[in-house]
């Protein structure tokens, strides 16, 4: 069963705009990812936190996590053709990575 | 450094044949995973090795599916027979150590049961 749920399923930006997605789980975690996948290949890691972590950044992408709410965002800044993708979110408990069905992002040139 | 490596990229199969994907880990990574990916899904967990040791095969209908990652290296993942709903992506994915690390994933076959 998949443990994430990202929201909202679909979302649509123009370039140069800022891209907010959500994902909710249900159990404890050690730690929560998210990943890209482009179309028609596999999943590249964006960044992992840490369940005693609030908030991390990597380039334009900033990921918070509050574990009281079972809940993390991703946002992506100041967006680019090239950010069209499905984002996942992929939380750890012990070995076991366990994927939600993902954000699909369209950046509009 | 490479990747991690599949074979085939894509497989186009009748229901009840067989048919066998091929995973190359990064080298040095001790574990490996297989996953399916339906479409308009998240990857769900077929198994995950560490070394040559099954950690995990939970979710892996095994009245079908067999893997096996000899001398753990290379892994291959067989269908036996395939039936449509098997229609999907097989990722497979390694990392460094069974613990809580990022997972670097391959390409993936796609399969199309027809």
């Known amino acids: 069963s998949q443990q994430g749920e990202e929201d909202p399923q679909a979302l649509s930006i123009q370039e140069g705009e800022n891209a907010t997605m959500n994902c909710s789980y249900k159990?404890?975690?050690?730690?929560l990812q998210w990943y890209r996948q482009n179309s028609g290949r596999g999943l590249v890691h964006l960044i992992l936190?840490?369940?005693?972590?609030r908030e991390k950044h990597s380039g334009r992408l900033r990921v918070t996590l509050d574990t009281s709410k079972k809940s993390s965002s991703l946002l992506i800044t100041a967006s680019r053709a090239a950010d069209t993708a499905s984002y996942f979110c992929a939380t750890s408990n012990d070995y076991k990575l366990s994927f939600g069905a993902g954000t699909t992002v369209t950046v509009r040139a | 450094e490479a990747g991690v490596a599949q074979s085939p990229r894509y497989k186009i199969i009748e229901k009840r044949q067989s048919v066998a994907f091929w995973c190359n880990p990064i080298?040095?990574?001790?574990?490996l995973y297989w996953y399916q990916q339906i479409l308009g899904q998240g990857p769900k967990l077929l198994i995950q090795?560490?070394?040559?040791?099954?950690?995990?095969d939970s979710q892996l209908p095994k009245d079908r599916f067999s893997a096996e990652r000899l001398k753990g290296v290379d892994s291959t993942l067989k269908i036996q027979p395939a039936k449509l709903e098997d229609s999907a992506v097989y990722l497979c994915?390694?990392?460094?150590?069974?613990?809580?690390?990022?997972?670097?994933f391959g390409p993936g076959t796609r399969l199309t049961v027809t």
């Open positions: 994915a390694s990392s460094p150590a069974r613990a809580t690390y990022e997972q670097y």
């Open positions: 936190i840490r369940s005693n972590e």
């Open positions: 090795f560490q070394n040559n040791g099954v950690v995990d």
């Open positions: 159990t404890s975690i050690n730690n």
């Open positions: 080298s040095g990574h001790a574990t």
